[in-house]
């Protein structure tokens, strides 16, 4: 699948980002509140069990590493709100 974005401007980029926002069948505030509601749950995960386990809050993981828990969190609750409907990454990679 190729960028939206391929061949435009960059001064079109604003508008061809509002378009897409607007066609997402999501509507921004549960887009919101999914957002939120992940973001706090990621900063609870627990590395490890028992004594030696570290709260992710405790070290200095790289943006890439929280970034994909994030995805990961989120593309959860949206299979858990909409079954059959919303789907991982890794089930497309594996089913498609």
């Not at 070290?59 to 593309?75: H, Q, R, S």
Request: aromatic share 12%.
């Amino acid at each position: 699948m190729s960028s939206p974005y391929s061949g435009l401007h960059q001064d079109k980029w604003k508008g061809k980002t509002l378009e897409l926002v607007d066609s997402h069948p999501l509507e921004l505030d549960e887009i919101k509140e999914i957002s939120l509601a992940c973001w706090s749950l990621l900063w609870e995960t627990k590395i490890g069990t028992g004594r030696t386990a570290v709260m992710l809050a405790e070290i200095d993981v790289p943006a890439t590493v929280v970034g994909y828990f994030f995805e990961k969190l989120f593309a959860r609750e949206l299979e858990l709100r909409y079954p059959g409907k919303w789907r991982g990454k890794e089930w497309a990679k594996n089913n498609l």
